[in-house]
């Protein structure tokens, strides 16, 4: 069975801080995938990344940074000077290419104050 | 393309009665599921499609049905609404394999069983 374990509930920050979203995962299968989607207040689900098992380097999106380490099976998202706009909750979540269903984690609350 | 449609946004419900929530999609995506949200669970798999014809049980399928007769369209049923169905449900498509595996969400209905 897939599980996906986002420790942090809930983590509040001052704006311009960085901050990092842990993601732990386990699964028995040797391909998969890992995404991170972000969820505004205004509900909807917005895609931002997705890193398959064969593929560890760490990824660079403007602000956003991506650490994938196989050893840990970790998965961790790191927002760069954060901005009130980042507000949001966080998913982690876990694709076997068998099911092609996802596993989420909890979710991360993320509060950024001005 | 519209994407992943949902309807209804919202619903309210009294105990014991049954409503469809509507998805469909326009992308002639193979793979259709049901997820809903509770505060603090993240999103669990309902039921899922593999294909027109073809469905099978997720996560927490207890009081919920589902057909897909179809490529467009997946309702999911509730057959008699209980308060703990009380939530927010994703319909959610993809590809399917081989392809990418990314997950195209709908917006979402919140949906309130008194």
């Known amino acids: 069975a897939q599980k996906v374990t986002q420790a942090q509930t809930e983590i509040s920050v001052v704006e311009k801080e960085d901050v990092t979203l842990d993601c732990v995962y386990e699964?028995?299968?040797?391909?998969?995938?890992l995404f991170w989607y972000k969820q505004p207040p205004s509900g909807e689900l917005v895609f931002l990344i997705r890193?398959?098992?064969?593929?560890?380097q760490n990824e660079i999106s403007g602000r956003y940074s991506w650490n994938f380490q196989k050893s840990t099976s970790s998965f961790n998202f790191t927002i760069t000077a954060s901005q009130v706009v980042d507000s949001a909750v966080y998913f982690c979540?876990?694709?076997?290419?068998?099911?092609?269903?996802?596993?989420f984690g909890g979710g991360t609350r993320l509060m950024v104050k001005p | 393309n519209a994407g992943v449609t949902q309807t209804p946004k919202f619903q309210v419900l009294k105990t014991g009665q049954s409503m469809t929530l509507q998805c469909a999609q326009d992308?002639?995506?193979?793979?259709m599921s049901w997820y809903r949200q509770d505060p603090g669970m993240g999103l669990r798999l309902i039921h899922y499609?593999?294909?027109?014809?073809?469905?099978d049980q997720g996560e927490v399928p207890n009081g919920y049905n589902v057909s897909r007769s179809t490529t467009e369209d997946f309702p999911l049923r509730l057959l008699s609404a209980a308060p703990s169905q009380t939530s927010v449900y994703f319909c959610?498509?993809?590809?399917?394999?081989?392809?990418?595996?990314?997950?195209?969400f709908g917006p979402g209905t919140r949906l309130t069983v008194t």
């Open positions: 499609s593999v294909g027109a014809g073809i469905t």
């Open positions: 890193r398959n098992s064969f593929d560890e």
């Open positions: 699964t028995r299968d040797t391909t998969y995938y």
């Open positions: 992308m002639n995506h193979e793979y």
């Open positions: 979540a876990l694709l076997i290419r068998a099911g092609n269903m996802l596993t």
């Open positions: 959610a498509s993809s590809p399917g394999t081989g392809v990418s595996y990314e997950q195209y």
